[in-house]
Each structure stands twice: as structure tokens, then as C-alpha cells.
């Protein structure tokens, strides 16, 4: 089975898994704001993009309240024909109503560029993959953020959306944290571990 057949099937599985655990924790939007480790936004802020939840997402408002409170400077995407743009946003400002039900900034909204990316998934695994919707979108903004400087990407999860193994394709962009209702996993310190305990490939010199 090829890798992107792979990542259907766990995309139907993953669903459901979400939708169940969005039924068995309504606040946990509301916990998550309470435990999210603020040296975070101190670290990689100012400017804080977050997302507008659909279907069972787990909603990133509450803590995008929590963080224009700290000194954030908000921002949400906004699919445009060249991929995701980012747009300044406070809380209580009205949003445009666009295809296949996303609420998102208008047009006429400044363009920022987040240096703090909270993200929407489906899964990810303890090195930072991360499982999105076969899209794209979100793999193609971090790579265009990364390429012009820093951009800390930030999973916003139920602790039951962290797998084993998230299948990985070269244009997959790792996530560096997870926040769920129930703690933080540091991902990229995760997957640095992991890259100094991996063993040597046949042939090569490891020293």
C-alpha cells in the first residue's frame, strides 16, 4: 500500500477517534487555555496564528483569548489562490463566510506573518508528524514561513489524536509542540533524541 493510501485509511479512522473524543470532553477547550504553557508565546510570539474549528476540531479560541490578553498579536489564515495567507484578527471581529464552511478574515484585513502557529490535525506522532486532510495547505505555509525565518508550529489535539506513527512524505513539515487538555509534548525535543540515538546507515561514517 502506497504511503498516501495509508494516510486515507488513517484519516477515516482518525475522524472517527476525534469525534468521540470531542463528545467525551466538551471543555476540554477550555482546559487546554488553562494548562498552555505561556513561555511558549514569550519564546516565539508575538504574533500568534490560531484557526476557526469546524466539524470536531478541538476550538483554539479560549486560549487565543488567553494570549491577546498576555500581548498577542492574533492572526487566522485565509485560503487565497496562492495558498494560505495570514490576516490580523481580535476576538469579536466578524469574519467572512467561504467555501466548504471556513469562517476566515477578509480580504482587507492586514497580512501578517506568524511566528507561533497554532494548527488544526487529525494525528501526530511523538517525532512531530503531523496528519492533515490530504491538502496541502498548511505543510505548504510552514514551509514558506520557515524559509523566510522562525516559525514554532504548535498542534492543538485531544491527547487520543497522538499515534504511534503518522506515515511521512519529504513535504510533510514537522510540528515542534502538541498542547492537549491534558498536558504539553515537546516534539521537537522528542525528535531530537531520536535523531542522536538513531543508529548509523550501512556504509556511512558515523563519526
Known sequence: MSI???KTALRHRMRTLRAEAAARDPDAAERLADIFPMKLLERYGPVVSGYV??????DPFPLMERLARAGAELCLP???ETGISWRLWSPGEPLDRRPFGLSEPSAD??????TLVLTPLLAYDTLGNRLGYGRGHYDAALEKLRAKGRAFACAIAYAAQQIDKVPCEPHDQPLDW???PIGSVPLFMMRNRSSLTA?????????
Do not use: F
Request: net charge negative; glycine share 6%.
Open 4 to 6: 498516501e493510501a495509508d
Open 53 to 58: 474549528a469546524i466539524n470536531e476540531e478541538l
Open 78 to 80: 485565509r485560503m487565497e
Open 109 to 114: 484585513a492586514p497580512e501578517v506573518t506568524p
Open 178 to 180: 502538541a498542547i492537549t
Open 199 to 207: 543508529p548509523a546507515t550501512d556504509g556511512g561514517d558515523a563519526s
